[in-house]
C-alpha cells in the first residue's frame, strides 16, 4: 500500500469546494474488511487513519486534488496494490489540519510495469549479445543508444557517444551523414562501408547496415544500425583481387588464345587474343557452346570428353571459324583443371594459331611433290642411302630395274644388291668423302638376274 502526503491547500472559494465534497468521502478510524493502518506524521502529531473511498469519485477527486496540491510526500506500507493521496488540508474557520486520503487499486499497473521493465532487460541483453557493434541515430543525426561492442570498438565508454554527433566518428563525416540520410529516405542500406575513428587515433574499415525504427503510430523515430569491422575481410578481398590481377595479366599476355571449359562444354572465360582469333568479344564467347566454335563440332567436343578422361590432351588441330567466315587452323593443347576439393571443375585450353605452319607443310609437300616428280620423271634407275650406305628412296625404274618395290628396298643395305658387295661399300664411302663419283662400274643383282651397269653416285647433303 502506497501513501502520498500533500502540503497544505491555499484557501480559497473552488478550493473550499472542494474540499466539502471530499470531507464526506474521508472517515477516520478503522475500514472494515481491511485492517490497513498507516501512520503519518504531521504537525508534529502521529495520527492514526484509514482511507474509505467512494467508488467511482476517486479518479475525479485525485484530477481535482492534483490540481490543487502539485507538492507530495510519498509514504509506502506494506502493501504495494493501493496508491494513497493525502493532501493536508486546513478546515474553513480554524487552523487545525486535518488529513485526507484517497486510495485506488494499481495491481495491473504494477504488472505492466514489471513486464515492461523485463521486456527492456530482455532487448537490451539480446543487444548487448551482438558480436556487431549497435547503434541508434535520432532523424538529427545524433547518437541515442550503443552496446557495448561498438564501445570496444570505438575505444569509447557509452556516456561519450550518447548526444554527441553520429558523423563525428567517422573519418568520411559526410558520407556517414548521407549513410543515415539515405536510410531515413529508404528504409534500409545495406554494406555501406565506412571508416570508423577509434578514440586512439586509428581508423577501422567497418560495414553499416541500417533500418529505420518507428512508434506504434508509424512515425519514424530514428534507425538502428549494425556495424561490423571488415579490416580483415577487406584485406582477404584486397588479396583476392591482386591475385585475380596477376592471374589475369599472365593470361592476357599470351600470344596463344586461351579458354576455359566447363562439363557442359559452355565457355567460361577467354582472353584477347582468344577474342581477336575469333573475331567475336568477350561477351559473345562467354557462355557459348564451345564446340560451336569450330568448322566441326563433334571434333571438337571429342577433344573436350577426351581432356576430362585423360586429364589433357595435346597437338589436336581444329578449325576455329574466324571472322568474316574464314577458317583458323589451331593446335589444341588442354588439361583439366580442378577445384579446392579436388574435384574436376573443367579444362584450361590453348588454341594456338597454325596457319603459318599449315602454310611451311603445304610448301614442303609440295616440295617434296616436285622433288618426287623429278626423281620419278628420270630414265635412269636412282637410288638414295644414308652415311652407313643404308637405301633410303628409290624411283620407279630402280624398282623395274632391281625387281623389288620400294617397301622392299627400303631399310636395306645398298652393297648387297652387287655382286661384290665390298667395291659397293667402297662407292658408297668415297661418294660422301669427295661428294661425286662417276663411271664407277658395278655390277646389279636383280631379282631373277644380273645388270652389269656403271654407278653413277653423288653425295646429297
Known sequence: MGFQLAGRAGRNPEEADVLDRTSALVALGNVVGDGARCLASFRGETVSFVARIVFGKTIDLDRKLHSFLPDQQVFEGPDSSSSHLLPSLNDVGDNRSHPFAAARDITEQAQLQTQRAEERAYNRDLIEASLDGLITVDPLLNITDVNETMCEMSGYSRIHPIGSAFPDYFVDSRRAAEGVRLTLDKGAVTNYELTLKKSDGGAILVSFNAAIFTNQSGVVHGIFAGVR?????????????????????????????????????????????????AGRPRNQLVGSSFPSCFTDPQRAAEGVRLTFQQGAVTNYVLNLQGPDGHHIPVSFNAAAFRGPAGEVRGIFASAQDITAQKQLEQQLRDSQFYTRSLIESNIDALMTTDPLGVITDVNRQMEALTGYTLAELVGTA??????????????????????????????????????PAPVFVQRVG
Do not use: H, W
Open 229 to 277: 569491422d571488415i579490416t580483415k575481410q577487406s584485406q582477404l578481398q584486397t588479396q583476392l583481387a591482386e591475385e585475380r590481377a596477376y592471374n589475369s595479366g599472365l593470361i592476357e599476355a599470351s600470344v596463344d588464345g586461351l579458354v576455359t571449359v566447363d562439363e557442359s562444354m559452355t565457355v567460361i572465360d577467354v582472353n584477347e587474343t582468344m577474342c581477336r582469333m
Open 414 to 451: 645398298f652393297a648387297d644388291y652387287f655382286t661384290d658387295p665390298g667395291p659397293a661399300r667402297g662407292g658408297v664411302q668415297q661418294t660422301f668423302e669427295a661428294g661425286v663419283v662417276t663411271e664407277y662400274a658395278l655390277t646389279l643383282v636383280a631379282r631373277s638376274r644380273r645388270l
